[in-house]
């Protein structure tokens, strides 16, 4: 890196892009967009494990079983995975995972659709209804 770059990786914690670039717009690529909703559907998920048994999941735990299930897309799912995302996601006491289970969903189908346009808007679409859900 040149020397006038003003922001490294060492000086990563003194001297934010934010400050260096006031008006630069903050973009997120639709990789780590998905990876971002993720991790915040496993965080539901394990929180949820942890509150319902005081520990991590286990085998033969509906929340456990269901875990790489629960990341895949729903139209790639097989009917046993359907039939046990359902009946998870049905059950009162997992409110939040299906919240976060919806949203995942709609972001991964924002960036599945062929149509640019038609995928920003949905994308604004998923912001706006979490933006509604937080307040």
Known sequence: ??????????????????????????????????????????????????????RRGVKG???????????????LRTPRQRERIDALLADPVNDALRLAHGVYQRIIACYWHKDPRLSRRMIVCVQFGIAVLVM
């Open 1 to 54: 890196m040149s020397r006038s770059w003003p922001w490294t990786r060492s000086q990563a914690g003194s001297k934010p892009p934010r400050a260096c670039w006031p008006h630069a717009v903050e973009a997120g690529d639709p990789f780590h967009v998905v990876h971002l909703a993720t991790g915040r559907l496993t965080m539901v998920r394990c929180r949820l494990q942890r509150e319902a048994t005081g």
């Open 61 to 75: 735990e509906r929340l456990y079983e269901c875990r790489r299930a629960l990341l895949k897309t729903a139209p």
